[in-house]
T-cell receptor, first 112, second 111 residues
Framework: DGGITQSPKYLFRKEGQNVTLSCEQNLNHDAMYWYRQDPGQGLRLIYYSQIVNDFQKGDIAEGYSVSREKKESFPLTVTSAQKNPTAFYLC???????????FGPGTRLTVL | QKEVEQDPGPLSVPEGAIVSLNCTYSNSAFQYFMWYRQYSRKGPELLMYTYSSGNKEDGRFTAQVDKSSKYISLFIRDSQPSDSATYLCAMRGPNDYKLSFGAGTTVTVRA
């Protein structure tokens, strides 16, 4: 089964905890992205990676960290420094001349 | 001012009607334009993509780009209840890796 997988689907975090969201792809694409979606707002870019062992901050990177040790995997850690982490998190891969981006099913993070 | 503006709606139409969605943008460097459909609690799925100005048709969907007006549109003909979703526009410049998204328009097609 090909595509982009994100886990878990739902995640609950206590104040002060770090949590890691998983994103895996078997599409063999180099570019991977993390977005955050809040109600009534468009997707906002957190981090992106064009190649293994390299990544860049997006528009709202504060309080987040990533790694890209394998082409297939781009995990996102939401740290305790992120003041308002409750949101829907989407991972995407990019390809093609348009850099069309294809999204995973998302992880909904709730801070208790 | 946001880089990409999109009316959030909600938009409610009867089955079979034409749905008209649009976005305006401020960055004249944008050349690649995309429309995504997002069902509730799901990831967005790519519907259509166009380059520069002009029209593109795919089945019941037509995308239009007017770069002189910085305005893009998506039309859905013969709308179905299964078209009920949030539609997001996205765009980028020639040297951008990231996409700039509109906030999304929520559409309900009534049976």
């Amino acid at each position: 089964d090909g595509g982009i997988t994100q886990s878990p689907k739902y995640l609950f975090r206590k104040e002060g905890q770090n949590v890691t969201l998983s994103c895996e792809q078997n599409l063999n694409h180099d570019a991977m992205y993390w977005y955050r979606q809040d109600p009534g707002q468009g997707l906002r870019l957190i981090y992106y990676s064009q190649i293994v062992n390299d990544f860049q901050k997006g528009d709202i990177a504060e309080g987040y960290s990533v790694s890209r040790e394998k082409k297939e995997s781009f995990p996102l850690t939401v740290t305790s420094a992120q003041k308002n982490p409750t949101a829907f998190y989407l991972c995407a891969v990019g390809t093609g001349a348009y850099n069309e981006q294809f999204f995973g099913p998302g992880t909904r993070l709730t801070v208790l | 001012q946001k880089e990409v503006e999109q009316d959030p709606g909600p938009l409610s139409v009867p089955e079979g009607a034409i749905v008209s969605l649009n976005c305006t943008y401020s960055n004249s460097a944008f050349q690649y334009f995309m429309w995504y459909r997002q069902y509730s609690r799901k990831g967005p799925e790519l519907l259509m993509y166009t380059y520069s100005s002009g029209n593109k048709e795919d089945g019941r969907f037509t995308a239009q780009v007017d770069k002189s007006s910085k305005y893009i549109s998506l039309f859905i003909r013969d709308s179905q209840p299964s078209d009920s979703a949030t539609y997001l526009c996205a765009m980028r410049g020639p040297n951008d890796y990231k996409l700039s998204f509109g906030a999304g328009t929520t559409v309900t097609v009534r049976a």
